[in-house]
């Protein structure tokens, strides 16, 4: 992944195990991570 979509990624906001919103690129800020995207249909 280049780092123009990294940066894109990383300005989403998500919500934490408890609930709180924090952006995307903390997760990756003091560890390595993988993320997977899993997507429902129907």
Known sequence: MDDQT???LGRQIVLDE??????????????????????HFG
């Open 6 to 8: 990294l940066q894109k």
């Open 18 to 39: 408890k609930g709180n919103p924090e952006l995307l690129a903390a997760l990756w800020q003091d560890k390595r991570v993988v993320l997977v995207f899993i997507r």
